[in-house]
T-cell receptor, first 116, second 111 residues
Framework: DAKTTQPTSMDCAEGRAANLPCNHSTISGNEYVYWYRQIHSQGPQYIIHGLKNNETNEMASLIITEDRKSSTLILPHATLRDTAVYYCIVRVRLASNAGNNRKLIWGLGTSLAVNP | DAGITQSPRHKVTETGTPVTLRCHQTENHRYMYWYRQDPGHGLRLIHYSYGVKDTDKGEVSDGYSVSRSKTEDFLLTLESATSSQTSVYFC??????????FGPGTRLTVL
């Protein structure tokens, strides 16, 4: 299963863009990249996912390199409420008897601190 | 939160006692998961379910069993709790083939 590598921690000033990098050099062609975040002790929250094209939604943008070996999550205007641990995850397929189900391979994430 | 609740939210128990954690969803999603989260580790999949009475093991299933007798409930049982099972347990559901939604978590302490 492909694994991801992320910086342990990052800082960002409130109102500025937060760019969180992720390395997934062993990713295979059919594996998606997902981003989640976890605020304090809450359950993880889905942010965005992609396969090979850049993606944008109301929360963030995801930039995936052409060789798919790395990606960057961009929070365009970080706020204090964006302080959290951000996980870059590769989604792999579960056993065939689970149909189209997938499992997520979790790493330790990046602890992002947004400062006033 | 996709209508996911977990109970209890906190539990302290003693080594050797059985413990059952409950995950309840209100939206009839097919896929449900149990994870544990520990310092120094990412979330690790314990068991998952792809339908009523259909379950399978994840990467850290030893010492755990699950049951799903109806769509809305997925139970995680520790038959004989050990201190190594002290953890925060998260239940999740899949919405379609995309994102997973997580419950609020259960903090379990085994003394």
């Amino acid at each position: 299963d492909a694994k991801t590598t992320q910086p342990t921690s990052m800082d960002c000033a409130e109102g500025r863009a937060a760019n969180l990098p992720c390395n997934h050099s062993t990713i295979s062609g059919n594996e998606y990249v997902y981003w989640y975040r976890q605020i304090h002790s809450q359950g993880p929250q889905y942010i965005i996912h992609g396969l090979k094209n850049n993606e944008t939604n109301e929360m963030a943008s995801l930039i995936i390199t052409e060789d798919r070996k790395s990606s960057t999550l961009i929070l365009p205007h970080a706020t204090l409420r964006d302080t959290a641990v951000y996980y870059c995850i590769v989604r792999v397929r579960l056993a065939s008897n689970a149909g189209n189900n997938r499992k997520l391979i979790w790493g330790l994430g990046t602890s992002l601190a947004v400062n006033p | 939160d996709a209508g996911i609740t977990q109970s209890p939210r906190h539990k302290v128990t003693e080594t050797g006692t059985p413990v059952t954690l409950r995950c309840h969803q209100t939206e009839n999603h097919r896929y449900m998961y149990w994870y544990r989260q520990d310092p120094g580790h990412g979330l690790r999949l314990i068991h998952y379910s792809y339908g009523v009475k259909d379950t399978d093991k994840g990467e850290v299933s030893d010492g755990y069993s699950v049951s799903r007798s109806k769509t809305e409930d997925f139970l995680l049982t520790l038959e004989s709790a050990t201190s190594s099972q002290t953890s925060v347990y998260f239940c999740a559901i899949s919405v379609g083939e995309n994102e997973q939604f997580f419950g609020p978590g259960t903090r379990l302490t085994v003394l």
